[in-house]
Structures are given as C-alpha cells and as structure tokens.
T-cell receptor, first 116, second 109 residues
Framework: NAGVMQNPRHLVRRRGQEARLRCSPM?????VYWYRQLPEEGLKFMVY????????ESGMPKERFSAEFPKEGPSILRIQQVVRGDSAAYFC??????????????FGPGTRLTVT | LAKTTQPISMDSYEGQEVNITCSHN???????ITWYQQFPSQGPRFIIQ???TKVTNEVASLFIPADRKSSTLSLPRVSLSDTAVYYC??????????FGAGTTVTVRA
C-alpha cells in the first residue's frame, strides 16, 4: 500500500520560471492538502482540495500560486514566475474522508524547491 | 487556533523515557490535541491524538490533565531512530493543521 507520493523530490528553477509539483495521495484518499516549510520553520497550510474542487486556499499567496486536483491524475501545485523567496520544502498530505476526521493526515516526502 | 508552547530542544540517551510537555492555555472546548513526528528530509507523521486523560498506542502515550491547558507526550525507551522534531498541534476536528517550531529531540548512544 503505497503512501503519499510526491515528485520531483528536488527541483531547481531560475527566477522567473515555472515550478510544477505533483502529489499522488494514498489509495482511497480523496482529500489533499499542501503545506510549505521554510528553513527552520514549521509547516504552513496552503490549500485543501478534494477531487475537482478547491475547498480552502486561504494559506496560498494570491498571485503566482495555483493548485488543482483533477478527476484523474495527481494533484498539482503550480508556482509561476518563481522568486528566491519561494525556495522551501513543499509537502503534500492526504486523508481518508471515511474516517470522519482530517487531523490525521498522511504526508509525502516533500519536494524541495530551490530558486537560483 | 490555540497557540502552543513547547521546548525548542531536548536531549536524551538510548533506553530512557522522554517526556515533552506542550502548553496550550487557550485551548477551546472542542479542540483536540495531536502530536506529529518529523524526521529530517521527510514529511510529518501522525503519532497520537487525544482529548482528555490518557491515550496510549504502540508508539507513545499522551497525558492530558483535567484542565487541558497542557499535555505531555511520553516516548518510552527511546532509541537513536527516535531522533526527530515533535510537533504539538491543537485544533478542532479540522483540516488546517498548524505546525509551530516543534521540539527537536536528540537521542544519543
């Protein structure tokens, strides 16, 4: 039973380029969450998605960032025109709606984005 | 979300019991207390969750006094592989997990 998968694990982009981060939730999980962890800090919530729906994007910057979770395929976090301040570890998590709770989230290994 | 305060770091030796106390003075009636563990270069992992009194699983125990203004995560007989950052989270049954700086536990041989 594979866990949450994220790719790539490491991503290097020059300023102004686009970054695409992918997340495949655990089998049977239809709730996906994205978090960002800056160096020496805790994880910060960005966005919560269900299949084809954005439920809460209150933690995501209004510009340059977008997220989707299509009916088929992985969830994508897209960062356009990256800047050095976007350098961070981006974690995806998923949960099972059948349990009735979302505090028990299963995290992927993260994508470490470096903007040069 | 209730603010939490926990020690920045703790050192221990293999075989000892490690107790990490988290303060959450403003915890609300509906809030649960949840602990996560994060190893270097990995995502956090759910350890345990409780509302009051004591909860125990195969990994840890969670002690919550009657006033619920604090909680203590207890790791029995730690090994080197328990070296990690431990996060205390307080929230209602909600999806927006809020991680602070956590407690870095270092286990030495």
């Amino acid at each position: 039973n594979a866990g949450v998968m994220q790719n790539p694990r490491h991503l290097v982009r020059r300023r102004g380029q686009e970054a695409r981060l992918r997340c495949s939730p655990m089998k049977g999980h239809s709730h996906v969450y994205w978090y960002r962890q800056l160096p020496e800090e805790g994880l910060k919530f960005m966005v919560y998605l269900q299949k084809e729906n954005i439920i809460d994007e209150s933690g995501m910057p209004k510009e340059r960032f977008s997220a989707e979770f299509p009916k088929e395929g992985p969830s994508i976090l897209r960062i356009q025109q990256v800047v050095r301040g976007d350098s961070a570890a981006y974690f995806c998590a998923s949960s099972d709606p059948g349990t009735g709770s979302s505090y028990e989230q299963y995290f992927g290994p993260g994508t470490r984005l470096t903007v040069t | 979300l209730a603010k939490t305060t926990q020690p920045i770091s703790m050192d221990s030796y293999e075989g000892q019991e490690v107790n990490i106390t988290c303060s959450h003075n403003n915890i609300a009636t509906n809030d649960y207390i949840t602990w996560y563990q994060q190893f270097p270069s990995q995502g956090p992992r759910f350890i345990i969750q409780g509302y009051k009194t004591k909860v125990t699983n195969e990994v840890a125990s969670l002690f919550i006094p009657a006033d619920r203004k604090s909680s203590t995560l207890s790791l029995p007989r730690v090994s080197l592989s328990d070296t990690a950052v431990y996060y205390c989270l307080v929230a209602i049954n909600d999806y927006k997990l809020s991680f602070g700086a956590g407690t870095t536990v270092t286990v030495r041989a």
